[in-house]
Protein backbone atom coordinates (compact mmCIF):
# COMPACT_ATOMS: atom_id res chain seq x y z
CA UNK A 1 0.00 0.00 0.00
CA UNK A 2 1.23 3.50 -0.66
CA UNK A 3 1.20 5.94 1.68
CA UNK A 4 0.52 9.23 0.22
CA UNK A 5 2.09 12.20 1.54
CA UNK A 6 0.02 15.52 2.17
CA UNK A 7 1.22 18.93 0.70
CA UNK A 8 1.03 21.19 3.60
CA UNK A 9 -2.04 23.23 4.41
CA UNK A 10 -1.74 26.41 2.47
CA UNK A 11 -4.09 27.79 5.14
CA UNK A 12 -0.64 29.08 6.42
CA UNK A 13 -0.96 32.21 4.12
CA UNK A 14 -4.21 33.41 5.31
CA UNK A 15 -4.84 35.20 8.75
CA UNK A 16 -2.17 33.18 10.80
CA UNK A 17 0.10 35.07 8.77
CA UNK A 18 0.71 38.73 9.87
CA UNK A 19 -1.18 41.40 7.97
CA UNK A 20 1.45 44.26 8.10
CA UNK A 21 0.49 47.76 8.00
CA UNK A 22 3.19 49.86 5.81
CA UNK A 23 3.40 53.33 4.95
CA UNK A 24 2.87 54.10 1.07
CA UNK A 25 5.56 53.04 -0.50
CA UNK A 26 6.77 53.14 -4.58
CA UNK A 27 4.76 50.12 -5.32
CA UNK A 28 1.49 52.04 -3.91
CA UNK A 29 2.49 55.06 -5.67
CA UNK A 30 2.92 52.89 -9.02
CA UNK A 31 -0.59 51.38 -7.86
CA UNK A 32 -2.20 54.36 -7.32
CA UNK A 33 -0.73 55.58 -10.67
CA UNK A 34 -2.68 52.65 -12.75
CA UNK A 35 -5.80 53.25 -10.99
CA UNK A 36 -5.96 56.75 -12.04
CA UNK A 37 -4.30 56.34 -15.89
CA UNK A 38 -8.25 54.71 -16.82
CA UNK A 39 -10.75 57.20 -16.54
CA UNK A 40 -13.97 56.72 -18.54
CA UNK A 41 -13.38 56.66 -22.33
CA UNK A 42 -14.24 60.00 -24.12
CA UNK A 43 -13.41 62.40 -20.78
CA UNK A 44 -12.36 65.30 -21.15
CA UNK A 45 -9.29 66.74 -19.58
CA UNK A 46 -9.92 69.75 -17.00
CA UNK A 47 -6.93 70.97 -16.99
CA UNK A 48 -7.47 74.16 -19.86
CA UNK A 49 -10.96 74.33 -18.76
CA UNK A 50 -11.44 74.50 -22.43
CA UNK A 51 -13.37 72.01 -24.03
CA UNK A 52 -10.54 70.14 -26.21
CA UNK A 53 -11.72 68.93 -30.07
CA UNK A 54 -12.03 65.09 -30.17
CA UNK A 55 -9.30 62.35 -30.83
CA UNK A 56 -9.80 59.58 -32.78
CA UNK A 57 -7.84 56.35 -32.52
CA UNK A 58 -8.16 53.41 -34.31
CA UNK A 59 -7.01 49.64 -33.62
CA UNK A 60 -6.42 47.42 -36.74
CA UNK A 61 -7.17 44.16 -35.26
CA UNK A 62 -11.81 43.82 -35.43
CA UNK A 63 -13.73 41.17 -33.73
CA UNK A 64 -12.06 38.06 -31.54
CA UNK A 65 -9.53 36.00 -31.96
CA UNK A 66 -8.56 32.87 -30.77
CA UNK A 67 -4.24 32.26 -30.91
CA UNK A 68 -1.94 29.84 -29.46
CA UNK A 69 0.51 30.52 -26.46
CA UNK A 70 2.69 32.49 -27.01
CA UNK A 71 1.68 33.76 -30.58
CA UNK A 72 3.57 36.93 -31.37
CA UNK A 73 -0.08 39.65 -31.95
CA UNK A 74 0.92 43.02 -32.77
CA UNK A 75 -1.99 45.52 -32.49
CA UNK A 76 -1.60 49.09 -34.66
CA UNK A 77 -3.55 51.94 -35.48
CA UNK A 78 -3.29 55.72 -35.90
CA UNK A 79 -4.24 58.76 -33.37
CA UNK A 80 -5.66 61.38 -35.13
CA UNK A 81 -6.80 65.00 -34.37
CA UNK A 82 -8.31 68.34 -36.21
CA UNK A 83 -5.61 70.29 -37.58
CA UNK A 84 -4.95 72.90 -34.91
CA UNK A 85 -8.04 72.51 -32.75
CA UNK A 86 -11.37 73.30 -33.69
CA UNK A 87 -10.52 77.67 -33.28
CA UNK A 88 -7.42 77.90 -35.54
CA UNK A 89 -9.34 76.01 -38.20
CA UNK A 90 -11.81 78.19 -38.26
CA UNK A 91 -9.11 81.05 -38.21
CA UNK A 92 -7.79 79.54 -41.07
CA UNK A 93 -10.75 79.68 -43.08
CA UNK A 94 -11.51 82.98 -42.43
CA UNK A 95 -7.54 84.06 -43.58
CA UNK A 96 -7.93 82.15 -46.77
CA UNK A 97 -11.30 83.33 -48.02
CA UNK A 98 -10.01 85.40 -50.76
CA UNK A 99 -7.80 82.27 -52.02
CA UNK A 100 -10.89 79.54 -51.52
CA UNK A 101 -13.19 81.86 -53.47
CA UNK A 102 -10.80 82.63 -55.94
CA UNK A 103 -9.32 79.06 -56.36
CA UNK A 104 -13.50 78.05 -56.29
CA UNK A 105 -13.73 80.53 -59.50
CA UNK A 106 -11.03 78.97 -60.88
CA UNK A 107 -12.69 75.93 -60.84
CA UNK A 108 -10.07 73.88 -58.71
CA UNK A 109 -11.71 70.61 -57.40
CA UNK A 110 -9.88 69.77 -54.31
CA UNK A 111 -10.10 72.75 -52.14
CA UNK A 112 -11.44 72.64 -48.64
CA UNK A 113 -11.19 74.01 -45.85
CA UNK A 114 -12.32 71.52 -42.93
CA UNK A 115 -10.31 70.60 -40.68
CA UNK A 116 -8.84 67.47 -41.63
CA UNK A 117 -7.49 65.26 -38.99
CA UNK A 118 -3.77 65.16 -38.28
CA UNK A 119 -1.58 62.60 -36.98
CA UNK A 120 -0.83 62.88 -33.38
CA UNK A 121 3.01 62.37 -32.42
CA UNK A 122 3.89 61.38 -28.91
CA UNK A 123 0.98 60.53 -27.38
CA UNK A 124 0.61 58.11 -24.41
CA UNK A 125 -1.40 55.03 -25.85
CA UNK A 126 -1.90 52.41 -23.62
CA UNK A 127 -3.45 48.50 -24.03
CA UNK A 128 -5.82 48.18 -21.30
CA UNK A 129 -7.54 44.77 -19.84
CA UNK A 130 -10.90 44.67 -18.88
CA UNK A 131 -10.97 43.49 -15.78
CA UNK A 132 -13.78 43.02 -12.72
CA UNK A 133 -13.11 46.32 -11.51
CA UNK A 134 -12.51 48.12 -14.62
CA UNK A 135 -9.93 48.80 -17.63
CA UNK A 136 -6.23 48.53 -16.17
CA UNK A 137 -3.60 49.63 -18.47
CA UNK A 138 -1.04 46.67 -19.29
CA UNK A 139 1.64 48.34 -21.25
CA UNK A 140 1.95 52.02 -22.60
CA UNK A 141 2.96 52.98 -26.03
CA UNK A 142 3.99 56.34 -27.68
CA UNK A 143 3.16 57.69 -30.92
CA UNK A 144 5.20 58.19 -33.66
CA UNK A 145 5.47 60.99 -35.72
CA UNK A 146 2.97 60.27 -38.37
CA UNK A 147 0.56 59.51 -35.04
CA UNK A 148 0.56 55.72 -35.42
CA UNK A 149 1.63 53.34 -32.42
CA UNK A 150 1.99 49.28 -32.09
CA UNK A 151 1.58 47.18 -29.03
CA UNK A 152 1.91 43.75 -28.45
CA UNK A 153 -0.80 41.42 -26.92
CA UNK A 154 0.08 39.40 -24.04
CA UNK A 155 -0.05 35.80 -25.28
CA UNK A 156 1.86 34.14 -22.79
CA UNK A 157 -0.86 32.99 -20.47
CA UNK A 158 -4.83 31.28 -20.94
CA UNK A 159 -8.03 32.94 -21.24
CA UNK A 160 -10.02 34.66 -23.36
CA UNK A 161 -9.67 38.73 -22.81
CA UNK A 162 -10.99 41.77 -23.69
CA UNK A 163 -8.77 44.61 -24.40
CA UNK A 164 -9.02 47.89 -25.77
CA UNK A 165 -6.36 50.56 -26.99
CA UNK A 166 -6.71 54.17 -24.81
CA UNK A 167 -5.33 57.07 -26.17
CA UNK A 168 -4.04 59.92 -23.28
CA UNK A 169 -5.77 63.54 -23.76
CA UNK A 170 -2.58 65.25 -25.52
CA UNK A 171 -3.42 68.94 -24.30
CA UNK A 172 -5.01 69.48 -27.90
CA UNK A 173 -7.44 67.16 -28.30
CA UNK A 174 -9.19 64.23 -26.26
CA UNK A 175 -8.75 61.33 -24.72
CA UNK A 176 -10.28 58.21 -26.98
CA UNK A 177 -11.10 54.74 -26.50
CA UNK A 178 -10.99 52.32 -29.21
CA UNK A 179 -13.85 49.43 -29.49
CA UNK A 180 -13.22 46.60 -27.13
CA UNK A 181 -12.04 43.66 -28.98
CA UNK A 182 -11.02 40.13 -27.54
CA UNK A 183 -8.12 37.65 -27.98
CA UNK A 184 -8.54 33.68 -26.63
CA UNK A 185 -5.18 31.91 -26.02
CA UNK A 186 -6.58 28.48 -26.06
CA UNK A 187 -5.37 25.89 -23.60
CA UNK A 188 -3.29 23.36 -25.74
CA UNK A 189 -4.71 20.15 -23.40
CA UNK A 190 -8.12 19.26 -22.28
CA UNK A 191 -8.36 20.57 -18.81
CA UNK A 192 -9.50 18.37 -16.56
CA UNK A 193 -12.68 18.66 -14.05
CA UNK A 194 -14.67 22.25 -12.92
CA UNK A 195 -13.06 25.57 -13.53
CA UNK A 196 -15.32 26.30 -10.20
CA UNK A 197 -12.89 23.32 -8.45
CA UNK A 198 -10.51 26.34 -6.70
CA UNK A 199 -10.18 27.85 -3.44
CA UNK A 200 -8.59 31.60 -2.38
CA UNK A 201 -6.88 30.96 1.02
CA UNK A 202 -8.50 34.63 2.26
CA UNK A 203 -11.76 35.95 1.84
CA UNK A 204 -10.57 39.52 0.18
CA UNK A 205 -9.53 39.97 -2.86
CA UNK A 206 -5.94 39.44 -1.84
CA UNK A 207 -3.48 39.20 -4.11
CA UNK A 208 0.36 39.57 -5.75
CA UNK A 209 0.63 42.73 -7.95
CA UNK A 210 0.54 41.19 -11.46
CA UNK A 211 2.20 43.87 -13.38
CA UNK A 212 5.80 43.54 -12.26
CA UNK A 213 7.68 40.65 -12.05
CA UNK A 214 8.14 39.30 -8.81
CA UNK A 215 11.38 38.14 -7.49
CA UNK A 216 12.32 35.16 -6.06
CA UNK A 217 15.10 33.13 -4.24
CA UNK A 218 16.98 30.06 -3.77
CA UNK A 219 18.42 28.53 -0.83
CA UNK A 220 20.35 25.93 -1.99
CA UNK A 221 21.51 24.11 1.20
CA UNK A 222 20.02 20.63 0.86
CA UNK A 223 18.82 21.87 -2.49
CA UNK A 224 18.60 18.83 -4.79
CA UNK A 225 20.88 18.61 -8.11
CA UNK A 226 19.23 19.73 -11.12
CA UNK A 227 16.68 21.40 -9.61
CA UNK A 228 16.78 24.70 -10.76
CA UNK A 229 15.80 23.95 -14.27
CA UNK A 230 12.82 22.47 -12.83
CA UNK A 231 11.79 25.08 -10.57
CA UNK A 232 12.02 27.54 -13.74
CA UNK A 233 9.49 25.16 -15.89
CA UNK A 234 8.01 24.89 -12.95
CA UNK A 235 7.45 28.83 -12.59
CA UNK A 236 6.86 29.08 -16.53
CA UNK A 237 3.98 26.70 -16.13
CA UNK A 238 2.48 28.89 -12.97
CA UNK A 239 2.99 32.21 -15.69
CA UNK A 240 0.86 30.59 -18.32
CA UNK A 241 -1.45 29.57 -16.01
CA UNK A 242 -1.92 33.17 -14.37
CA UNK A 243 -0.17 35.60 -16.13
CA UNK A 244 2.25 36.96 -13.78
CA UNK A 245 5.80 36.83 -13.89
CA UNK A 246 8.96 35.60 -11.91
CA UNK A 247 11.79 36.64 -11.57
CA UNK A 248 14.98 34.08 -10.28
CA UNK A 249 16.90 36.96 -8.08
CA UNK A 250 19.78 34.67 -6.81
CA UNK A 251 20.45 32.89 -3.58
CA UNK A 252 19.27 33.38 -0.10
CA UNK A 253 20.11 31.84 3.47
CA UNK A 254 16.42 32.42 4.45
CA UNK A 255 14.11 29.41 5.29
CA UNK A 256 10.76 30.21 5.61
CA UNK A 257 8.96 29.68 8.56
CA UNK A 258 11.19 28.77 10.27
CA UNK A 259 10.48 30.99 13.09
CA UNK A 260 6.98 30.76 13.28
CA UNK A 261 4.68 31.10 10.30
CA UNK A 262 4.03 35.07 11.77
CA UNK A 263 8.09 35.19 11.61
CA UNK A 264 9.22 36.76 8.26
CA UNK A 265 12.94 36.37 9.20
CA UNK A 266 15.81 36.02 6.27
CA UNK A 267 12.72 36.45 3.66
CA UNK A 268 12.83 38.85 1.18
CA UNK A 269 10.61 42.35 1.55
CA UNK A 270 9.49 42.15 -1.69
CA UNK A 271 9.41 38.94 -3.28
CA UNK A 272 9.50 34.90 -2.05
CA UNK A 273 12.68 32.42 -1.14
CA UNK A 274 12.11 28.31 -2.14
CA UNK A 275 14.07 26.41 0.38
CA UNK A 276 14.76 23.29 1.50
CA UNK A 277 14.62 22.11 5.05
CA UNK A 278 14.48 19.12 8.11
CA UNK A 279 10.85 18.52 9.58
CA UNK A 280 12.39 19.51 12.58
CA UNK A 281 13.77 22.88 10.93
CA UNK A 282 10.15 24.43 10.10
CA UNK A 283 7.75 22.87 12.85
CA UNK A 284 4.73 22.64 10.10
CA UNK A 285 7.33 20.12 7.61
CA UNK A 286 5.82 17.22 10.20
CA UNK A 287 4.56 14.04 9.38
CA UNK A 288 3.89 13.34 5.69
CA UNK A 289 4.15 16.99 4.97
CA UNK A 290 6.40 17.67 2.08
CA UNK A 291 6.04 21.63 1.85
CA UNK A 292 4.50 24.47 3.48
CA UNK A 293 4.06 28.11 1.38
CA UNK A 294 2.53 30.88 1.72
CA UNK A 295 2.76 34.84 1.74
CA UNK A 296 2.59 37.69 3.42
CA UNK A 297 -0.35 40.38 2.84
CA UNK A 298 -0.02 44.11 3.64
CA UNK A 299 -2.49 47.10 3.28
CA UNK A 300 -1.77 50.27 1.23
CA UNK A 301 -3.96 52.88 0.71
CA UNK A 302 -5.32 53.48 -2.66
CA UNK A 303 -7.48 57.14 -3.05
CA UNK A 304 -9.91 56.64 0.02
CA UNK A 305 -9.68 53.03 0.63
CA UNK A 306 -7.41 49.75 1.70
CA UNK A 307 -6.58 47.19 -0.64
CA UNK A 308 -4.40 44.40 0.62
CA UNK A 309 -1.90 42.82 -1.71
CA UNK A 310 0.73 39.76 -1.04
CA UNK A 311 4.53 41.07 -0.83
CA UNK A 312 6.61 37.98 0.69
CA UNK A 313 6.16 34.92 0.97
CA UNK A 314 8.20 31.67 1.11
CA UNK A 315 8.10 28.26 -0.01
CA UNK A 316 9.91 25.11 2.20
CA UNK A 317 10.40 21.84 1.51
CA UNK A 318 11.09 18.69 3.73
CA UNK A 319 14.63 18.07 2.46
CA UNK A 320 14.05 14.23 3.68
CA UNK A 321 11.61 13.38 0.70
CA UNK A 322 13.97 12.75 -2.00
CA UNK A 323 11.53 14.13 -4.74
CA UNK A 324 12.60 13.57 -8.45
CA UNK A 325 14.19 16.73 -9.70
CA UNK A 326 11.97 17.22 -12.55
CA UNK A 327 8.60 18.05 -14.19
CA UNK A 328 6.06 15.07 -14.17
CA UNK A 329 3.55 12.79 -12.06
CA UNK A 330 3.50 11.86 -8.30
CA UNK A 331 6.46 12.74 -5.57
CA UNK A 332 8.60 15.22 -8.50
CA UNK A 333 9.76 18.71 -7.35
CA UNK A 334 8.35 19.54 -10.26
CA UNK A 335 4.19 18.90 -9.27
CA UNK A 336 5.69 20.17 -5.65
CA UNK A 337 6.12 23.17 -7.10
CA UNK A 338 3.65 23.88 -9.54
CA UNK A 339 1.06 23.25 -6.80
CA UNK A 340 2.58 24.92 -4.03
CA UNK A 341 2.92 28.07 -6.09
CA UNK A 342 -0.92 28.36 -5.69
CA UNK A 343 -0.40 28.53 -2.23
CA UNK A 344 2.36 31.26 -2.87
CA UNK A 345 -0.04 33.35 -4.84
CA UNK A 346 -3.14 32.97 -2.30
CA UNK A 347 -5.02 30.11 -3.65
CA UNK A 348 -6.06 26.78 -1.07
CA UNK A 349 -6.89 23.30 -1.35
CA UNK A 350 -9.84 22.29 -3.43
CA UNK A 351 -11.31 18.50 -2.62
CA UNK A 352 -11.25 18.20 -6.59
CA UNK A 353 -8.40 15.17 -6.88
CA UNK A 354 -8.24 15.71 -10.51
CA UNK A 355 -6.64 19.06 -9.97
CA UNK A 356 -3.46 20.00 -9.14
CA UNK A 357 -4.65 21.97 -5.77
CA UNK A 358 -6.24 18.63 -4.11
CA UNK A 359 -4.08 18.48 -0.46
CA UNK A 360 -2.48 14.81 -1.37
CA UNK A 361 0.09 13.57 -3.97
CA UNK A 362 -0.94 10.25 -5.40
CA UNK A 363 0.90 8.42 -7.93
CA UNK A 364 -1.07 9.38 -10.64
CA UNK A 365 -1.03 13.08 -9.91
CA UNK A 366 -1.08 15.23 -12.79
CA UNK A 367 1.70 16.85 -15.08
CA UNK A 368 -0.85 19.90 -16.11
CA UNK A 369 -3.11 22.03 -14.49
CA UNK A 370 -6.93 20.91 -14.13
CA UNK A 371 -9.58 23.56 -15.36
CA UNK A 372 -10.19 24.37 -11.29
CA UNK A 373 -6.53 25.05 -10.99
CA UNK A 374 -6.46 27.42 -14.05
CA UNK A 375 -9.46 29.10 -12.85
CA UNK A 376 -8.34 29.89 -9.76
CA UNK A 377 -4.31 31.11 -10.84
CA UNK A 378 -6.27 33.41 -13.53
CA UNK A 379 -8.29 35.08 -10.23
CA UNK A 380 -4.88 35.83 -8.65
CA UNK A 381 -3.18 36.68 -11.38
CA UNK A 382 -3.20 39.39 -14.25
CA UNK A 383 -6.62 39.07 -15.33
CA UNK A 384 -7.59 40.79 -12.16
CA UNK A 385 -5.59 44.12 -13.40
CA UNK A 386 -2.65 45.50 -12.08
CA UNK A 387 -2.69 46.72 -8.20
ZN1 LIG B 1 -1.19 22.40 -0.53
Known sequence: MNRFPRLASGALAAAALVATVVPA???????????????????????????????????????GRMVGLNSRLVIGGQVKAPAGG?????????SGATTTVSSLLAGASS???????????AARVSLQLKTPTGWSSIATVPTTASGTYAVAVPTGFYGTHTWRVLSAATGTSTEQATSPFTVGVRVP????????SYARLSSGDVRWNPCAPIPFYVNRAGMPKNALPTIMAAMQKVHEASGLTFR???????????????????????????????????????????????????????GSSRRAEYFSGGMVID?????????????????????????????????????????????????????????????????????
Open 25 to 63: TAQSAAAADAAGAAPAAGSTSASSGVTLPPTSVSVSLRG
Open 86 to 94: VLSALDRML
Open 111 to 121: VTELPAPTPVS
Open 189 to 196: YAARGSAR
Open 248 to 302: FSGYSNGVPFAGGNSSRSGMPNYGFTIAWAKPQQAGELRGTVLAVSGSWSRSTQV
Open 319 to 387: RTEKLKSRMGKGKTLGYVVMHEMGHVLGLGHTADASQMMAPTVTARSYTQYGAGDLAGFAAVGLAGGCL
